[in-house]
């Protein structure tokens, strides 16, 4: 395990080809930040993490014996799953909640939040996934896990779990139908779009070619140890049959529904 202030590493098998991610996995600010001008009652709700996911991930990565990794600060002081250049990134109002401590915000402690906690998450992020393509030999597959809440604005999300994506439907369509078959009602591409430019699976995956899939749960459905054990027991057996398809371990562009990708550095 590798643990620092602003990512956790789970110990796997890099050579099992698989990468779990979790974005939004804890609520944790950093002390010089208190609290971010916040009520404490701030940081259990949706908007400082996603509900569930750590213990979720935790579970998954230890049943697959595959290395996770984890963000290690909320969502709040900086949002891991958005580009740098999304004026997003660091939200000023998010769900009704002013957040004091990003507005005002000045442009030295905007960028001070992306070169100290972004930026080192991501690092996180393509060290391992190279590691996995490395010890793997192949291309790995990389499950992204969040969740959302039940309701938006009173109108009541039916969905038990969702799957978001891009273009790139290798990974998507057989994760749909295995949930679908354990009884499972999936969003696809609800209630969010999973075409985002910038963002984690834009970043690391659409970029690269490489298999992935994002997957949301509903919070109200991992609130609890059961709850997650529940969805740690449906969701093992599908990643596995998922990581053993030879197909989700090949490189392969497909263009973005957000517009052409950035020019990638060329090798001297």
Not at 96 to 101: D, K, L, N, Q, R
Request: some cysteine; glycine content about 8%; aromatic content about 8%.
């Amino acid at each position: 395990m590798n643990v620092s202030p602003v990512f956790e590493i789970l110990d796997g098998r890099f050579d099992a080809g698989l990468v779990l991610l979790a974005d939004h996995a804890t609520n944790i600010v950093p002390k010089p930040y208190g609290r971010l001008g916040l009520p404490d009652t701030a940081f259990s709700r949706h908007i400082a993490y996603d509900i569930g996911i750590e213990p979720l991930t935790r579970q998954l990565a230890a049943r697959l014996g595959v290395p996770a990794v984890m963000s290690r600060f909320s969502r709040l002081l900086i949002d891991p799953n958005r580009g740098e250049d999304d004026p997003t990134i660091i939200m000023r109002i998010s769900d009704g909640a002013i957040v004091p401590g990003n507005h005002p915000i000045t442009s030295e402690e905007w960028q001070h939040r992306i070169e100290t906690y972004h930026r080192p998450y991501h690092g996180a992020v393509s060290d391992v996934i190279a590691k996995v393509a490395d010890a793997s030999g192949k291309a790995p597959l990389v499950l992204s896990l969040h969740s959302y809440t039940p309701a938006w604005k009173g109108v009541p999300r039916p969905w038990h779990a969702a799957v978001l994506w891009d273009t790139d439907g290798r990974a998507v369509r057989p994760l749909i139908d295995g949930l679908a078959a354990s009884g499972i009602l999936v969003g696809d591409n609800e209630p969010y779009d999973g075409a985002l430019k910038g963002d984690t699976m834009y970043r690391h995956c659409m970029i690269t070619g490489i298999p992935h899939a994002l997957l949301e749960v509903r919070q109200d459905l991992i609130a609890d140890e059961a709850g997650v054990t529940a969805w740690a027991d449906r969701l093992a057996p599908i990643f596995e049959r998922l990581n053993a398809d030879p197909k989700l371990h090949e490189y392969e562009i497909h263009a973005s529904r957000t517009g052409p990708y950035p020019a990638q550095p060329t090798a001297p």
